[in-house]
């Protein structure tokens, strides 16, 4: 399994960004993908994520309604949409797949890939 984010940079206090993980390896228990984000010297903490299958999503409080996941299942692709970018979202984003919805959604399935960095400026 390979996970690869890409699209952080540095953004003002307001702006977007979408962030692209292109994903491989398929398994049939494999149950959500999505987003969790981490500050040097602080814990993990879940962002959003996309199941599997049906179209089911799910995001942490503090990014409602500001970010979007979406997929490419063709493209086999998955998409964070951040909008009205804040200083408190600056992290290293990474990209996680697992056969386990609760754990992709707290940042604690088994894949990870390499993150790519957000930063917000104020």
């Known amino acids: 399994v390979q996970l690869q984010a890409s699209g952080g940079g540095l953004v003002q206090t307001g702006g977007s960004l979408r962030l692209s993980c292109a994903h491989s390896g398929f398994r049939l228990d494999f149950a959500a993908i999505g987003w969790f984000r981490q500050v040097p010297g602080k814990e993990r903490e879940g962002v959003s994520c996309?199941?599997?299958?049906?179209?089911?999503?799910k995001y942490t409080d503090s990014v409602k309604g500001r970010f979007i996941i979406s997929r490419d299942s063709a493209k086999n692709t998955v998409y964070l949409q951040m909008n009205s970018l804040e200083p408190e979202d600056t992290a290293i984003y990474y990209c996680?797949?697992?056969?386990?919805?609760?754990?992709?959604?707290?940042?604690?399935?088994?894949?990870w890939g390499q993150g790519t960095l957000v930063t917000v400026s104020s």
């Open positions: 996309i199941s599997v299958g049906p179209n089911t999503t």
């Open positions: 996680t797949k697992g056969t386990d919805w609760d754990k992709v959604m707290t940042g604690k399935a088994e894949h």
